[in-house]
């Protein structure tokens, strides 16, 4: 056997070892493919229920979201009537109220003083000074 023919032969089982190892790779990546196939089958079955499930629930917040910005609004409504309603209803009664009571605050003293009540104040002295002058003089 001269070197030509030894050469020959080493390469050819190199390239046979090489052969085998590309099969035995391309086996173990074959494999690998089902597997993910598997995974992405399974991974598909069980996510479109849920995204679907989810699409639904997303559909119902958004109704739940208008229904109560539908009622902000009206609360809303709602306060802006009251308020002024109270405004118009304090304008309203405003005045007549502090004549009501000024009217009888007057009758009142009238009384005290037909009556001749002691503690009866005059008409320019207040309270404070009716009670420094209480004081004083006991």
């Known amino acids: 056997m001269s070197a030509g023919d030894l050469a020959a032969v080493l390469v050819a089982m190199g390239v046979f070892a090489a052969l085998?190892?590309?099969l035995y790779a391309t086996q173990s990546l074959l494999r690998t493919m089902r597997d993910l196939r598997a995974s992405v089958e399974l991974l598909h079955?069980?996510?479109i229920p849920l995204l679907?499930?989810?699409?639904?629930?997303v559909r119902e917040a958004g109704a739940e979201v208008d229904r109560v910005d539908h009622l902000l609004e009206a609360a809303e409504s709602i306060s802006v009537t009251v308020d002024s309603a109270s405004r118009l209803g304090y304008l309203a009664f405003r005045a007549p109220l502090i004549r009501f009571v000024a009217f009888f605050?007057?009758?009142?003293?009238?009384?005290r003083r037909l009556v001749g009540r002691p503690g009866a104040r005059g008409p320019g002295r207040s309270r404070a000074r009716a009670r420094r002058g209480?004081?004083?003089a006991a």
């Open 20 to 22: 085998v190892v590309l």
């Open 52 to 57: 679907e499930e989810l699409r639904g629930t």
């Open 134 to 136: 209480h004081r004083r």
């Open 105 to 111: 605050k007057g009758l009142g003293r009238f009384a």
């Open 45 to 47: 079955r069980e996510t």
